[in-house]
């Protein structure tokens, strides 16, 4: 027997009664508790028997409940694998999608910031609006996109009006007092209609269809009270072209048998010379008709005249008949108006020149072209006597047009790749190419007559000077006119429309320093609020408040010729020394370095290493010794209160870099082509000697923590070095060029390079791997072509959030260390950036170049809601942006729906700004 019945008989002949059944109903219930299934008593109880007898005794309902719970455990396994794996896969995708999306916000970026480096910004704003919706939420890139699109905006021209008219917008003209605006639309074959629209009102206050033939867009133009609009005569325009300027009336009345005569010129609105036949012009009064000279007869037709301001003299151009052996010659005849007699002989001229007087109605300019040779001629002639003056010039292309500043000194001649300008004061000439493709078209003067707009920008004369971003439309601008004040612009496109901008409203840098002579050097104090700058020439360094752009006081007064300055850090002293860079650049320099105490009467305290150019210095971080490296092999330490020699560091070659641990316990020099050693700046012992078989080590930088250096030389790159140990860490940093100068962050993670390579690349020290791509600095010259610049200075903000680099071409730039992109416009100089530095709070760069100008640029950042941002950035560029990345134009009435719809939300972004001085733009 085995199993409960073995239990059962052992535990019936048990020889101690006290442990066999009691009674022989006590055996038969244990029986028939086995024969039940049921846990019997014989057998030790235990939770394993009990359960068994149980599952035993409820086979299928266990076996039920079993397969349920093993289905729900399997189900829950599997449930949980596929958990797993769904969320693998998701944070794949989530993975995939943001890297999508930031190579996708990558190119945005790329396109946008090709587009500004051309001065097109508004197509570079529909990119960076782009990114910004892609990065919209992110709490660290979507405030880099939102300063560039605020930097964008405060420097784009303010749109303040936009008239949206029924056809092509030909022509526009300011009234004297600026408030009123004429201008010209309709086909160029059907004529000309005439709107007048008011700037306070911003309505249109008459609308007037002008009566004319031919082919040709008349030029329009106040009289000089404001009340007349005259249409300037042009070949083949038959119109009455003078008008009520205040409720647009004809007013020209003059007539020749029954028949309107045609206008040849008025330069006052009170009287206009007209052909009155087809070889016979006369001077008469606007308003009565009344002839004011004789009839001036010329031996051909009669094709054009003009009428000096005096109204003492006329010229007028007249050719051979159509058909005739040489109908395509003319000749120019000059006539005084107060006899009609003729002055002067005939100028011989090309029946298709132009021509017009200057002011003073004694010189007569006259262009034309050489239509087989593309050749374009101009001459200056004396009216009186009609002889020639000393200004004649030729140029390559077709000519197109001719224009004089109102203050007679430029003549431009508009070729169709070219600009020329010719100066009737010294007779010299000067073209100007800014490799744009397409006609120059749409010149206009400021007062002072240095102000030149044309296709989209607006540039100064007589440099050819960018002043302006482009000014984009829905189609190519045929004219442009200045305000009196010329901070006004206004622009007639043939996209349909009519826009005024505020040139003004551009926000220039916070202010700016202009010293007599080049800027050597630029530097803030540690808490920003004092910039010393450095010019070349001795006793040339001068303190400015950086909160008011106003001097410290007069210049410091020193004798001494130096080119590099540096803050203690506690911002009390200030040292003035040669440096290697600048020694390069300069004939001479001045011995030693001087040092001053900032708080004592801004006096030089003392000069110290005065036997020798000194080429690098720095100070201890508690400020009490100044290091100096000269080229006499010598680094030397001094005591900043006494100017007492505190150590004397012997070299075998000039010392081109030293620099403090932070603790102020060790020093580190490098040499030119040596090698980098670490002193004990209390003994002056030699600690440790780094060097390379084959590479010379001439510039290095030690990380604020002390614990890094980072060395560049003659290898075209950079290494890490453990300052301890002198042990090599990494690999090989390549980066191009020779020398390679480091700088380090403040938290001593990042590390940047440069050299006479147009980029600069920052690195990350720990693994030492480049941290973004290569800041390279990229623009347009004046000829439209890129041009690449090296690198003459760059550091890290003070958070380490950007890196400003400054170029020879003349630009420096912000860049974040997220994206590797701008993060503002270029700030430009006319010449090489010497420095450059950020000011306290972090959003302000101070930059200075050798055209003898310091700047201080504040950051801006754009607000506004993202469709908001995107609606400016559209209308700015006059075209939206397909999913092909094409640009496509914007209609008229698209134009004035989003002019409308941002005027009603952004109110504040369409108020005229205070109007600036003429030529004061800039």
Not at 371 to 399: C, K, M, S, Y
Not at 430 to 437: A, I, N, P, S
Not at 474 to 480: K, N, P, Q, R, T
């Amino acid at each position: 027997m085995r199993g409960d019945l073995d239990w059962i008989v052992m535990k019936a002949l048990e020889k101690d009664r006290s442990r066999r059944y009691e009674t022989v109903n006590g055996l038969a219930r244990d029986l028939e508790r086995h024969l039940n299934g049921e846990p019997v008593v014989a057998r030790p109880p235990s939770k394993a028997y009990r359960a068994g007898k149980f599952i035993r005794k409820h086979r299928v309902a266990v076996t039920a409940v079993g397969g349920v719970a093993l289905a729900l455990v399997v189900g829950l396994a599997l449930a949980l694998v596929g958990f797993a794996q769904a969320r693998r896969h998701r944070m794949q995708a989530e993975k995939s999608e943001l890297t999508s999306r930031t190579q996708l916000v990558q190119l945005e970026l790329e396109h946008g910031t090709r587009r500004m480096d051309e001065d097109n910004y508004g197509e570079a704003l529909v990119w960076y609006a782009e990114a910004l919706r892609n990065d919209q939420g992110d709490p660290v890139r979507e405030p880099l996109h939102r300063m560039r699109i605020g930097s964008l905006l405060d420097r784009h021209p303010r749109l303040l009006h936009l008239w949206a008219l029924k056809g092509p917008v030909w022509r526009c003209a300011f009234s004297p007092d600026g408030q009123k605006l004429v201008a010209s639309y309709g086909t160029r074959f059907a004529g000309p209609t005439l709107v007048l629209a008011d700037l306070r009102t911003e309505r249109l206050l008459w609308e007037v269809p002008a009566k004319s033939s031919g082919f040709g867009v008349p030029t329009l133009a106040f009289s000089p009270d404001g009340r007349r609009v005259v249409l300037r005569a042009i070949d083949h325009t038959k119109v009455p072209a003078i008008y009520d300027a205040s409720t647009g009336r004809t007013i020209l009345t003059a007539e020749e048998t029954g028949a309107q005569p045609r206008l040849l010129d008025s330069p006052d609105g009170e009287a206009a010379l007209v052909a009155v036949g087809p070889d016979t012009a006369q001077v008469v009064e606007v308003e009565t008709g009344a002839a004011l000279s004789p009839r001036l007869q010329v031996p051909g037709t009669l094709r054009r005249g003009l009428l000096n301001a005096n109204r003492h003299y006329a010229t007028l151009l007249h050719c051979a008949p159509a058909g005739s052996t040489n109908d395509t010659r003319g000749a120019l005849l000059v006539f005084d108006l107060r006899d009609g007699a003729r002055v002067g002989p005939p100028i011989e001229v090309s029946r298709d020149c132009d021509f017009l007087l200057a002011q003073d109605g004694l010189r007569l300019v006259v262009a034309t072209a050489d239509h087989p040779d593309a050749i374009a001629t101009l001459q200056a002639w004396n009216v009186v006597e009609g002889t020639p003056l000393g200004l004649t010039g030729r140029a390559e292309g077709e000519f197109h047009g001719l224009f004089i500043t109102p203050t007679e000194q430029w003549v431009i001649t508009r070729l169709p790749l070219k600009t020329t300008l010719w100066d009737l004061d010294r007779d010299t000439v000067r073209t100007l190419d800014y490799g744009v493709l397409g006609v120059r078209r749409g010149f206009g003067f400021c007062a002072d007559g240095f102000l030149l707009a044309w296709d989209y920008a607006v540039r100064a004369l007589p440099k050819g000077d960018l002043l302006t971003t482009e000014l984009h439309h829905g189609s190519w601008v045929f004219d442009s006119a200045f305000s009196p004040e010329g901070h006004l612009l206004a622009t007639a496109s043939i996209d349909h429309t009519l826009r005024v901008w505020d040139l003004a409203a551009s926000t220039p840098p916070e202010y700016v320093i202009r010293e007599r002579n080049k800027v050597a050097d630029a530097v803030l104090s540690p808490d920003g609020k004092t910039l010393a700058v450095e010019t070349q020439g001795p006793g040339a360094t001068r303190l400015w408040s950086t909160t008011t752009g106003e001097p410290l006081g007069p210049p410091l007064a020193d004798d001494h010729q130096y080119g590099k300055l540096l803050f203690s850090p506690d911002g009390r002293h200030l040292v003035s020394y040669a440096g290697h860079v600048v020694k390069a650049l300069t004939l001479s320099v001045t011995e030693g370095a001087t040092l001053w105490d900032l708080g004592n009467d801004l006096q030089p305290m003392l000069r110290v290493h005065t036997n020798a150019t000194v080429l690098s210095a720095a100070f201890s971080p508690d400020s009490r010794r100044l290091l100096t490296g000269g080229d006499d092999d010598l680094a030397q330490v001094w005591d900043v209160s006494t100017g007492e020699r505190l150590l004397r560091l012997e070299h075998q070659a000039g010392v081109l870099g030293v620099a403090f641990s932070a603790d102020g316990r060790r020093i580190v020099t490098a040499l030119h082509r040596g090698p980098v050693q670490l002193w004990d700046a209390r003994t002056g012992e030699v600690q440790l000697t780094i060097q390379h078989p084959e590479y010379q080590f001439d510039r290095v930088a030690l990380s604020p923590d002390g614990r890094h250096l980072v060395t560049g030389g003659t290898d075209q790159g950079a290494r890490v070095w453990d300052a301890e140990t002198g042990r090599q860490e990494g690999s090989f940093l390549y980066h191009a060029g020779n020398p390679v100068e480091v700088r380090f962050a403040l938290d001593s993670r990042s590390f940047l390079t440069f050299s006479p390579a147009p980029f600069v690349k920052v690195w990350n020290r720990e693994p030492a791997q480049l941290r973004v791509k290569p800041l390279e600095h990229k623009g347009l010259n004046r000829a439209g072509q890129r041009q690449d610049g090296r690198i003459l200075e760059a550091g890290f903000s003070s958070r380490g959030r950007f890196v400003a680099s400054a170029s020879a071409h003349g630009t420096a730039r912000v860049w974040d260390l997220v994206t590797g992109e701008p993060v503002c416009l270029p700030i430009r100089h006319a010449g090489g950036v010497y420095a450059v530095g950020f000011a306290p709070p972090e959003d302000r760069l101070v930059t200075a170049g050798a055209d003898g100008v310091v700047k201080v640029q504040t950051f801006a950042r754009c607000d506004y809601p993202l469709d908001v941002i995107q609606d400016f950035a559209e209308l700015l560029a006059g075209a939206r942006k397909e999913t092909t990345g094409a640009f496509m134009p914007l209609d008229t009435e698209q134009l004035a729906d989003r002019f409308e719809r941002l005027r009603r939300v952004a109110p504040e972004a369409f108020r005229e700004s205070t109007p600036a001085p003429a030529g004061a733009v800039a």
